[in-house]
């Protein structure tokens, strides 16, 4: 199993481009989410889905849109970038429609918005 | 509304003494699970601990445990016999229940460290 993984690794934007952040599972979950970490603010949930075709938004969503059309796959876009969305971005999967079960965490990609 | 609340920022803790952090929450849920997490300094976060919110017993996990009080709504995390790999940042964090889509609600965080 490889678990939950995230690509790219590092990424450098220019302001105003547009990227696909990618974040795949093989554990079969069906909740998936993403949350942006900055210094001081903890996790921050942007948007999460609890199954494929269902989508919703988190604490901080704008700038940000996301598709679920397989139940592996929850890729995360930015729109326009800002150099306010430059942050450490991370996918997350975990059973859904159960308050008891953890979620597992990719390994994150760090963002710079220039 | 949904609120996991970490009031330490920074604790430090001799090696081979035990320490606790300190979380409380907030929910109107009836039922909710509680987790913490250890992000260390290479970034990934790595689940720790998992408390029910029905569990009569306080979990433990090896050298961690859970310090459960429902009345108070604290899930405090004790860990005993410190070593140095355990300097890092730790997160509580809750999920609700189904009305609230299963999210989880993370608090800021507690960084770690521990002297030789």
């Known amino acids: 199993n490889a678990g939950v993984t995230q690509t790219p690794k590092f990424q450098v934007l220019k302001t105003g481009q547009s990227m696909t952040l990618q974040c795949a599972q093989d554990m079969n979950h069906e909740y998936m989410s993403w949350y942006r970490q900055d210094p001081g603010m903890g996790l921050r949930l942007i948007h999460y889905s609890v199954g494929a075709g269902i989508t919703d938004q988190g604490e901080v969503p704008n700038g940000y849109n996301v598709s679920r059309s397989t139940t592996e796959d929850f890729p995360l876009r930015l729109l326009s970038a800002a150099p306010s969305q430059t942050s450490v971005y991370f996918c997350?999967?975990?059973?859904?429609?159960?308050?008891?079960?953890?979620?597992?965490f990719g390994p994150g990609t760090r963002l710079t918005v220039t | 509304a949904q609120k996991i609340t970490q009031t330490q920022p920074g604790m430090f803790v001799q090696e081979k003494e035990a320490v606790t952090l300190d979380c409380t929450y907030d929910t109107s849920d009836p039922s909710y699970g509680l987790f913490w997490y250890k992000q260390p300094s290479s970034g990934e976060m790595i689940f720790l601990i998992y408390?029910?919110?029905?569990?009569?017993q306080n979990a433990t996990e090896g050298r961690y445990s859970l310090n459960f009080q429902k009345a108070r709504k604290s899930a405090n995390l004790v860990i005993s016999a410190s070593q140095l790999g355990d300097s890092a940042m730790y997160f509580c964090?809750?999920?609700?229940?189904?009305?609230?889509?299963?999210?989880?609600?993370f608090g800021t965080g507690t960084s770690l460290t521990v002297i030789p």
């Open positions: 408390q029910g919110s029905y569990d009569q």
């Open positions: 964090a809750m999920r609700g229940g189904w009305n609230t889509g299963n999210q989880f609600y």
């Open positions: 997350a999967s975990s059973y859904s429609r159960t308050e008891y079960y953890e979620q597992y």
